[in-house]
């Protein structure tokens, strides 16, 4: 063969004429004869073998050549026998290769073979890789059409031929054939053939699925094998970063790949040539969009977690990032160090330079915590906790890496935020300390090692022996080398003069120092030579004779010479502790026993890890505290995290760590179903899913747990559990029954327990009958016998709990329809309760009273005629209170005669007990309340059902037989459907029972009424009746009489207002304040005239009546039955209450009020003409705050604009200065818009004359910065202006500035007086933004308006009194007002509504 085929570096380089010797294409065939010469190119294949490739090679050129205009069919025929030529040579080449000797002719045949096949191979591969592409983008909007299946059809078949042709060119390439070329060079352009192939299939965005891994494994593998054989190592490091910054799914792709290339083809070098590349990249080219930041940092962290070992050589390179700008690099930088901490860094069997390097990486780690992208710090706190899941965090590191994530709580991003609380749970999770953790139990066993070590460190330092040594010995041992010494220091040589120079400086200072006497200098030249100092003792010794020439000690040294300096030092020396006279010295102890040095070892190490154990804990419950506050933030995720940070601190026992589990609890009635099942299944995981070998113990922990949550729980957390436990028995669990029999076990007391235990059992039970009314309703005489039986008055705590289960099978709260589940008045359980209510009356049991209101309340739900029952109770109740009075004296024999006796006996050595009378007085007010309570729900609820029956029969007994009997259902119906059917009956029904309650009720006859006057004289007499739980007793029981019926409402609505006011005791104020809210709601029209004297007591001396006070009126207002007025300014103070608690519940009500269409819109200006009054004398700091809170509910522009320009209308009106900086402050506090900046111009005459006064000045000029802020520059233009104006009257005053414009705009405009009146925004634009309606403020009323006072003072009277300017204001104002329900109302709304849709 005389010719050498080339690899071309473009396909038409090969019709061109060639070098000498070069290979060059002879015969181009057209499109329509290839089929034809395709098969004969596949007849010489089967006859000849690949080599016929020599010949056949046009024909597959000429398929390249015309690939645009060729069918598919001859392109794929064409790949296929492509792919058997090199399949064919991987085969026949190993024979040629071992061959010893081989002919140079044979050597270029099969050279030029491989080259023109794998050539054509890898050309005609990357033709159709291209094509499969554009196919793939046109057809994939296509969905169900046939072009799109026949696409992927096409394109599954591709990725079938893509693997088989890179499988072949693997097989061929894993051979040795450099031997054919000369001198074993191959050439570059052939290399860069195959290459080019691969890359370009790795450009295809599908090759990182995962149908493609087959692909991607070839592609990897033939790019090895071309790394390490072919010297490809440089091209292929750079190709990684070119199509790493255009291909950011090839991330992951290069990670493996770079992973596989280092270790199974073991080309280390390639991951420094990568990383090298990437560390070379400049800051401001990774802040490049398109610089592909993205890609490489995924590519490093992928590679990080695949060979992180690797990475450690090339860390210094990438280091550098960690300074840079780009948040993505610092990100994938902190990842990869993550990933060697945790699995090349770690353990104990580190080398010094490995700590070293652990270190390091963990103190850059650390510095990242603070870095300033959010992004950086959330994934530097998941390396932790990768790290601490890991167990690679060095115990040194626990203390301070958690002191670092608790501070991350308070973390502005939500991300890091959530990140912090995953690291603290992992180091609960995997603490090295102990299974529980409580600084509280550690304190103990600390102090005592504590003393214990410092015991066997006392007795081992007495044991030590000390060794004494004689100064005359020392002396001797030391003499010969000071006389050389004394010698050099006499004699001194040019270069001792030299080091005496230098040693000048450092013996200097400490001549000075001890030269005040010779005493003290003798002690410090004793001291040199005792260190072996004898250079600077022998100098401060000369020093010392000049210094004191009178000293007997230094006297010698009057002849300075050898001999006498000794004897001087010797004096000095021996001399120098006179009085113990000889020099004692501790040298190195003798060897301890290895027994009593094991021990004090293992002694301090048990104390550091009790202190660090306790440090931990600290920290921990610190943690637990701040998260125990997120439980009610706003976003879920953060939430859902702090439930699981709950779970996993109550799973490992730490202190407090059940008030996180309690405090979570009220989350089961969020709206947010995350949150909801987020608590429900952290509860199935703590309580409900138990631990045991058997069900029993099984049921045992369950009813422990559940019995531990419940003890001195409040009623709300008991309620929300009850919603969790519910659901476990309704559940199907195998579990449930054996449940029910221990909780009854417990509650009786056949098993031994406590009585918190036994009241969580019954309570526990109640809750299971919600599910099953057969759990209590079958055991009802046990609960009577146990729980109110003979035992009753020791225990009325359990009492109150058995009546609340009870309570669980009553119709009101099963909420079950039909006939009324009720029980006869003869029943055991009315029996025993009857009897407990009267004997505790005259017992001085704290708990009775609400065992009583539990107790009431049941036997209105469940008893037949409890009106009876109760009237008997009372009567009985009266008769034991008389029967006490008359055993102590006086005996009074009606209950007319009560409240004399009373009065009487208190005054005669209180033989009347004023507990016993309250008691009584509050058990007639309890059964006033559920009297009234009964008869408008369950009375009225039955005569609706039995009208209802009455009604369903008798439509049953009438057959529709006759058209008139037709006719009259058509009509029923029709008044059904319109409403009318029904309303007769029920008006009537309603009727009745207001009736009963006005009339009979409290009628003289009526035992009710006979206590009436006595509440009256109680609460009217304070002084009289001082006692402060009779005080509470009556003036409760008071207001419960007053809601039987309105007149008895009016009668004594001024007397609890007066106890409202002007009682002492808070517990009775807070009282009244709830009982005045419930009147509100029930009498609405006779409680609105003293709805100021309510506001009054948010502003109470005592925080627990400011409490009571904001959670009732916020009920009352949101609810709509108190109208929202400028009252409300005073829950706008609570905001800067010093109670969090009331701040909270202040905020609260501002944030449901703000759900309401423009309520504190509304509001806001009679809130700041009353917060700005100069009589309420609130500081400057404390109206900023309250005003910024409200402020921030303002959010459209419409509202902003409206309220800059009432505000401004107000300055007109303020009297004092303070007045004007508040109005000052507060629009400045306004979001402003541009619209609202608009306004601000236009009222300039409201304001101009105050700009003077910094505190109106400062607060606009702020207003100007935040406008420019990315305004455009037409409007910063506007601004610019407008501050100017600004800071020239400010400094010069409104005249001095006035003037000059004036003239300057006479000029352009002709008139002086219209440039006054004008404002740097023409009238016709506000105009046109009010719906064609003229406003009646200053700016348009004409040119004159600011001219004359008098008609803008009478332009803006509407404005003071802040009634809305537009149609819109004035809907939002009407609004805002929650009136009491009217006739007029629907009608009034209507003709709202007409007027905004005409």
Aim: glycine residues 4%; negative net charge; charged residues 25%.
């Amino acid at each position: 063969m005389s010719w050498d085929f080339f690899v071309p570096v473009c396909i038409g380089d090969l019709v061109k004429t060639g070098g000498i010797n070069q290979y060059v294409v002879q015969d181009v065939v057209s499109p329509k004869q290839l089929p034809s010469s395709i098969s004969r190119f596949k007849a010489a294949l089967r006859s000849q073998g690949p080599l016929c490739i020599l010949e056949h090679f046009d024909t597959c050129f000429s398929v390249l050549q015309h690939c645009n205009s060729v069918e598919l069919g001859v392109k794929e025929d064409t790949l296929e026998l492509l792919v058997q030529v090199v399949s064919g040579l991987a085969a026949t080449l190993p024979a040629l290769l071992i061959a010893t000797s081989v002919s140079a002719a044979e050597r270029k045949e099969k050279l030029n073979a491989v080259k023109m096949s794998v050539f054509l191979l890898c050309k005609l591969t990357e033709t159709l890789e291209s094509y499969s592409c554009r196919q793939s983008i046109i057809t994939a909007p296509g969905k169900g059409g046939k072009k799109g299946k026949a696409g992927g059809e096409g394109l599954l078949q591709w990725d079938t031929e893509r693997e088989k042709v890179l499988q072949a060119l693997v097989q061929l390439l894993q051979l040795d054939i450099r031997s054919l070329w000369n001198l074993s060079l191959v050439e570059e352009e052939f290399i860069s053939c195959v290459t080019c192939c691969c890359y370009k299939v790795l450009e295809n965005p599908t090759i990182s699925h995962v149908k493609s891994k087959p692909t991607r494994d070839c592609i990897i593998h033939l790019l090895g094998v071309l790394i390490k054989k072919y010297n490809h190592l440089l091209g292929a490091s750079v190709k990684v970063i070119q199509l790493l910054q255009h291909f950011e799914q090839l991330s992951t792709v290069f990670a493996q790949a770079v992973s596989v290339w280092s270790t199974e083809y073991g080309v280390r070098a390639i991951i420094g040539e990568v990383i090298r590349e990437i560390g070379q990249k400049s800051s401001e080219e990774l802040a490049r969009e398109g610089s592909g930041v993205k890609a490489y940092s995924t590519f490093l962290s992928e590679l990080s977690g695949l060979v992180p070992e690797l990475m450690i050589p090339n860390i210094s390179v990438l280091i550098t990032h960690l300074e840079g700008e780009s948040h993505t690099m610092r990100v994938a930088v902190c990842e990869v160090l993550g990933d060697i901490l945790v699995r090349v860094l770690c353990g104990d069997g580190l080398d010094e330079s490995g700590k070293a390097d652990r270190d390091r990486f963990f103190d850059t780690l650390q510095e990242h915590l603070h870095d300033t992208h959010s992004h950086v710090r959330a994934r530097v706190l998941q390396v932790y906790t990768r790290i601490v899941n890991s167990k690679a965090l060095p115990l040194c590191r626990y203390s301070e890496v958690m002191e670092l994530a608790v501070g991350r709580l308070m973390d502005k991003s939500i991300n890091a935020v959530k990140s912090a609380i995953q690291l603290l749970a992992a180091f609960i999770a995997h603490n090295p300390y102990s299974c529980k953790l409580s600084s509280a139990d550690l304190k103990k066993p600390l102090e005592k090692e504590t003393v214990k070590l410092r015991e066997m460190k006392e007795k081992l330092e007495g044991k030590a022996p000390v060794a004494v040594i004689k100064a005359s010995e020392l002396w001797a041992a030391m003499e010969p080398e000071l006389l050389i010494t004394v010698g050099t220091e006499l004699e001194p040589s040019s270069e001792t003069e030299k080091e005496q120079q230098g040693d000048e400086n450092e013996s200097n200072v400490d001549e000075e120092k001890v030269a005040e006497d010779d005493r003290t200098t003798a002690v410090m030249i004793a001291q040199y030579l005792r260190v072996n100092k004898y250079r600077n003792a022998v100098r401060l010794c000369i020093k010392a004779h000049s210094c004191f020439p009178e000293s007997e000690m230094f006297a010698s040294l009057s002849t300075l010479t050898p001999e006498t300096l000794m004897e001087t030092l010797a004096l000095i020396f021996k001399g120098s502790d006179e009085d113990t006279a000889e020099l004692s010295q501790n040298l190195p102890p003798t060897p301890k026993k290895e027994g009593e040095d094991g021990e004090l070892k293992k002694q301090e190490m048990l104390v550091q890890y009790l202190k660090d154990t306790a440090t931990f804990a600290l920290q921990v419950e610190r943690a637990i505290s701040v998260i125990n506050t997120m439980l009610y933030l706003k976003t879920t995720s953060v939430v859902q995290e702090a439930v699981q940070f709950c779970v996993t601190v109550c799973e490992f026992s730490v202190a407090n760590s059940v008030s996180g589990v309690r405090k979570m609890l009220p989350l089961v009635w969020s709206t947010d179903t995350a949150i909801k099942d987020a608590v429900v299944q952290a509860y199935r995981r703590l309580y409900l899913n138990p631990q045991g070998d058997n069900v029993r113990m099984k049921a045992h922990t369950l009813v422990d747990s559940l019995s531990e949550l419940m003890v001195d729980a409040s009623l709300g957390t008991i309620q929300c559990l009850e919603e969790i436990v519910q659901e476990f028995f309704c559940s199907d669990s195998s579990l449930q029954s054996t449940v029910v029999q221990v909780l009854w076990e417990r509650f009786t007391g056949k098993r031994e327990t406590s009585g918190l235990n036994r009241r969580a059992a019954v309570l526990l039970l109640g809750m299971a009958t919600r599910a099953e009314r057969e759990v209590v309703l079958s055991n009802l005489d046990t609960l009577c016998s146990v729980a109110l039986g003979e035992k009753v008055t020791e225990d009325f705590l359990l009492a109150r709990d058995a009546v609340i289960t009870i309570c669980s099978i009553t119709d009101h709260v099963r909420q079950s329809k039909g006939a009324p589940f009720r029980l006869p008045q003869d029943h055991q359980l009315f029996t025993c309760l009857t009897q407990a209510l009267a004997d505790g009356v005259v017992m001085e049991d704290p708990y009775w009273q609400s065992f009583m209101e539990q107790a009431i309340r049941l036997i209105y739900f469940l008893a037949e005629s409890p009106d009876q029952l109760c009237s008997r109770l009372v009567q009985r109740s009266a008769r034991l209170l008389l029967d006490q009075i008359s055993e102590g004296g006086e005996v009074n024999k009606d209950s007319g005669q009560t409240q004399d006796g009373s009065q009487e006996s208190s005054e005669q050595g209180e033989q009347v007990n004023c507990v016993c009378l309250a008691q009584l007085l509050a058990l007639c007010g309890c059964v006033a309340f559920w009297q009234v309570s009964h008869l408008e729900r369950s009375v009225s609820a039955e005569l609706r059902r039995r009208r209802g029956e009455t009604e369903e029969r008798e439509e049953k007994e009438k057959g529709p037989s006759s058209k008139a009997k037709q006719q009259s259902a058509n009509e029923s119906a029709m008044e059904e459907e319109l409403g009318l059917m029904g309303a007769s009956a029920e008006d009537t029904e309603a009727e009745l029972i207001r009736k009963i309650c006005e009339t009979e009720l409290l009628a003289e006859e009526n035992l009710l009424c006979a206590f009436l006057p006595l509440l009256v004289k109680v609460c009217s007499s304070p002084g009289r009746y001082s006692h402060p739980q009779l005080t509470t007793a009556a003036c409760l029981a008071l207001s419960q009489y007053m809601m039987i019926s309105p007149s008895v409402c009016e009668e004594n609505i001024r007397l609890i207002f007066t106890v409202l006011e002007r009682s002492t005791l808070p517990v009775v104020r807070a009282n009244a304040i709830i009982a005045l809210g419930d009147l509100t709601v029930r009498f609405p029209n006779i409680l609105e005239p003293w709805t100021q004297n309510l506001y009054a007591r948010l502003s109470d001396e005592v925080p627990s009546v400011r409490q009571t006070a904001v959670t009732v009126l916020t009920q009352l207002v949101l609810k709509d039955v108190l109208k929202v007025k400028g009252q409300v300014s005073e829950v706008a103070v609570l905001l800067i209450d010093p109670e969090p608690h009331i701040t909270s519940l202040a905020l609260n009500f501002f944030n449901e009020l703000a759900t309401k269409d423009n309520a504190i819109y509304n509001l806001l200006p009679d809130i700041i003409s009353r917060l700005s009054d100069p009589e309420r004398g609130m500081s400057s700091e404390d109206f900023n705050t309250i005003m910024k809170q409200l402020f921030s509910y303002i959010t459209k522009e419409r509202q902003t604009e409206s309220l800059v320009e009432k505000m401004c209308q107000r300055f007109r009106t303020a009297k004092t200065e303070r007045q004007w900086c508040d109005l000052a402050t507060s629009l400045s506090l306004l979001s402003m818009c541009e619209r609202g900046f608009k306004r601000l111009q236009e009222c300039w005459e409201c304001y101009s004359d105050k700009l003077t006064e910094p505190g109106v000045y400062q607060p606009l000029l702020s207003i100007t910065a935040k406008l420019r802020r990315g305004a455009k520059t037409q409007f910063k233009a506007q601004v610019d202006e407008f501050e100017k104006r600004l800071t020239a009257v400010h400094t010069r005053g409104l005249e001095n500035v006035e003037s000059p414009e004036m003239d300057e705009e006479n000029q352009n405009e002709g008139s002086s007086e219209k440039t006054v009146t004008r404002t740097p925004l023409p009238t016709r634009g506000r105009t046109r933004g009010k719906r064609g309606q003229i406003k009646p403020s200053a700016s348009s009323h004409g040119e004159e308006s600011f001219v004359t006072p008098q008609k803008s003072r009478k332009s803006k009277k509407p404005v003071i009194t802040f009634s809305s300017d537009e149609e819109e204001d004035e809907e939002d104002a009407v609004m805002a007002e929650s009136e009491t329900p009217k006739v007029t109302t629907p009608i009034a709304r209507t003709s709202r509504r007409a007027r905004l849709r005409n």
